[in-house]
């Protein structure tokens, strides 16, 4: 069988793990007519562990750094035959360190060349807009304070301590020096995918599916006018990039809706086959299994 490596990427909480364990349960699942499980090897404890959390509808806590998360696991996809697929659940701190610490982590650096594909994890919640060049101004960050603005140094570390989230600049630091941590999600994105493009020693064109995560968010809109809207970057160097990368995009919502607030609800819903869901480019819906498959080459 065609052997296919899929690394999932993104940075912190963009529902990786998630996504692992609803896709294992479906995998798990005899009824689940779009992919049946051949045969697994090694330790299932890890996406088992997943699994059970999606099931009972629990939020997944984050991956830690230095797990080494990976379902090996030989399936076929009705009407495409099998395949054996080695899918890396890796931390969202390694394409964080990558892209704002500039460090490679050993456990992606060394798996590089033999990713096939990958998967970009995208959370509408936990994007970061580019800071507005009035907001710049008004802290220093583009040629001092605004003559009409009263913003005082003690506001601006006020506001940025109401605004702090892990990763992100803290109220300690001067808001007038730039830090990577603080560029915008499409600008973190795209260097973290120039950085692993960069390093892979071939010159074939990567597959890439950016996954939109909790599409439950989202409203009336498919999920390629919410990349275009949301993430235009992003889509320009995907876009503008034919010879290194193949893509596309898909919306997906593991749980189905938004924990812990919808929890009960969800479970009144039935199995997670019964919640979960997932959107091709146009809106169309298809099955949560349909990003793996087209990250092997099943389109």
């Not at 899929?6 to 009824?31: E, M, N, Y």
């Not at 051949?38 to 299932?44: C, E, I, Y």
Request: charged share 25%.
């Amino acid at each position: 069988m065609t052997r296919h490596r899929v690394a999932l990427l993104g940075l912190p909480g963009t529902g990786k793990s998630t996504f692992i364990g609803a896709l294992w349960t479906l995998i798990d699942d005899f009824q689940y007519p779009h992919v049946v499980e051949l045969d697994v090897r090694g330790d299932r404890s890890y996406v088992q562990s997943l699994a059970e959390k999606v099931v009972s509808a629990v939020e997944i806590t984050r991956t830690p750094t230095a797990s080494a998360g990976v379902l090996e696991v030989d399936v076929e996809f009705t009407g495409d035959g099998p395949a054996t697929l080695s899918i890396a659940d890796r931390s969202g701190e390694q394409l964080r360190e990558l892209v704002e610490d500039r460090h490679w982590l050993p456990l992606l650096s060394d798996e590089i060349d033999s990713i096939d594909s990958i998967l970009l994890f995208v959370n509408p919640s936990t994007l970061e807009s580019p800071i507005p060049i009035r907001a710049m101004s008004e802290i220093g960050l583009n040629g001092g304070v605004r003559p009409e603005t009263s913003t005082s140094p003690a506001e601006v570390n006020e506001r940025a301590a109401s605004d702090e989230i892990e990763g992100q600049v803290s109220a300690s630091e001067d808001p007038r020096i730039f830090r990577n941590r603080k560029a915008c999600t499409a600008a973190r994105l795209v260097d973290g995918l120039e950085n692993l493009l960069d390093a892979k020693s071939d010159d074939q064109p990567v597959s890439v599916a950016v996954v939109v995560s909790a599409f439950d968010l989202v409203e009336q809109r498919t999920p390629l006018d919410w990349l275009s809207d949301r993430l235009p970057a992003l889509r320009a160097f995907l876009d503008c990039n034919p010879d290194r990368v193949s893509w596309t995009v898909f919306g997906v919502s593991a749980q189905g809706g938004k924990l812990p607030d919808a929890k009960d609800e969800l479970l009144d819903r039935g199995d997670v086959v019964d919640r979960c869901y997932a959107q091709r480019a146009n809106g169309d819906s298809t099955p949560l299994s349909e990003p793996v498959r087209w990250a092997v080459g099943w389109r």
